[in-house]
């Protein structure tokens, strides 16, 4: 194989795939990274065997071939190369040569057949979004995912797909977040598969403001096609709970409050938390919200919030974190909340979008 190509955009491709690579992997072929031409392409792959990135950009070929090389290595060779050209030439016994102006690297790579495939996906049907809302349903949905490996179907968000929609939808046991986009036609099939949250974060990073995005499903695993970036993950086998269930019923008695200034109040509160005390206290009064938090042996606060709020007085504690998660990736200017009682949830609805949070005791 050889090749020449510039120096940036070889790196640009170099930190799309380059993310998943561990320098820990059990198989030192996984960290590794895959260079194969095809015609006047590079194609670049790596793999954790959970998660595969594949990429491609064009290059001027000279020999067609294929290796792998240390994935660290050759990054960090390329960024401290001068700008302009690189020639990437592979010789006998696997050893690669990096040139660029005046200056020459060495670098022993493996050959590619001991490199794991990239997964196939029969199905053709692929179901289409627009990168912009599925950007939005992950930003408003992967804070709420389980980290507990106990509860391994939580460590994922489901993504469920019906006709002209499409739903995400996480859970930690404590809250819920759920949001839903139209898709750019209407699906032949329905989908439901659990997506583990580092395979949701490679998603997110490659998403941009414009564009559309095919997803294709497969046994067993999904492929999330962002221009030409080509994302595979395994899914997370296993029964996601029936969210449907814990979703309670609209009511009017409901508490407007501008986003900013309630966001700006719980974040004081929240100071004073500690991991053996949480809680923060919400006192709701006909035009007022009182946030206040006590820790022994640290300190107290109290903060007024106007609202508008025309129902009985209430009290009820919550974690300021999942307020805070929430509130800071919300563009409404003002939100209204229900809070339904001292012992049950705080649930706030926009019209393609619902997030409820448990209470703590007090």
Do not use: W
Not at 95 to 112: H, T
Not at 169 to 189: H, I, P, Y
Not at 330 to 358: M, S, T, W
């Amino acid at each position: 194989m050889k090749i020449k190509v510039n120096k940036e955009e070889l790196l640009g491709a170099i930190g799309v795939v380059g993310n998943i690579v561990s320098g820990r992997a059990t198989l030192p072929i996984l960290s590794n990274m895959m260079l194969e031409t095809k015609d006047d392409t590079l194609k670049l792959n790596t793999t954790d065997l959970d998660i595969g990135i594949s990429c491609e950009l064009p290059v001027h070929v000279y020999e067609q071939g294929a290796i792998t090389v240390p994935a660290k290595k050759f990054s960090d060779m390329i960024r401290e190369l001068p700008p302009g050209e690189v020639v990437v030439v592979v010789r006998k016994n696997n050893q690669v040569e990096i040139e660029g102006a005046n200056c020459r690297f060495k670098l022993n790579g493996l050959p590619k057949e001991e490199f794991p495939k990239f997964p196939e996906f029969k199905d053709k049907n692929a179901v289409l979004i627009q990168q912009n809302d599925l950007k939005e349903m992950i930003r408003l949905t992967s804070f709420a995912v389980s980290y507990e490996e106990s509860r391994y179907v939580l460590n994922g968000i489901l993504l469920e797909i019906s006709g002209h929609v499409a739903r995400m939808v996480a859970t930690d046991g404590r809250r819920l977040a759920k949001m839903e986009k139209k898709l750019v036609q209407a699906s032949t099939k329905d989908l439901s598969m659990i997506i583990p949250i580092k395979a949701i974060s490679e998603i997110n990073r490659n998403l941009k403001d414009s564009g559309q995005c095919s997803i294709i499903d497969g046994v067993n695993q999904v492929l999330f096609n962002i221009d030409g970036i080509l994302i595979a993950t395994r899914i997370i086998e296993g029964e996601f709970p029936n969210y449907k269930q814990v979703i309670p019923k609209e009511v009017a008695a409901r508490t407007k409050v501008k986003t900013a200034d309630l966001l700006a109040a719980i974040r004081r509160a929240n100071l004073l938390s500690t991991p053996d005390f949480q809680a923060i206290k919400f006192e709701l009064f006909k035009e007022k919200m009182v946030i206040s938090k006590s820790t022994p042996d640290v300190g107290e606060s109290r903060e007024e919030v106007a609202v508008e709020y025309g129902h009985q007085e209430l009290m009820v504690g919550f974690n300021p974190q999942f307020f805070i998660d929430v509130l800071k990736n919300l563009n409404q200017e003002h939100i209204e909340l229900e809070f339904l009682g001292p012992d049950k949830p705080c649930v706030l609805r926009l019209h393609d979008y619902l997030y409820l949070a448990l209470p703590m005791r007090l």
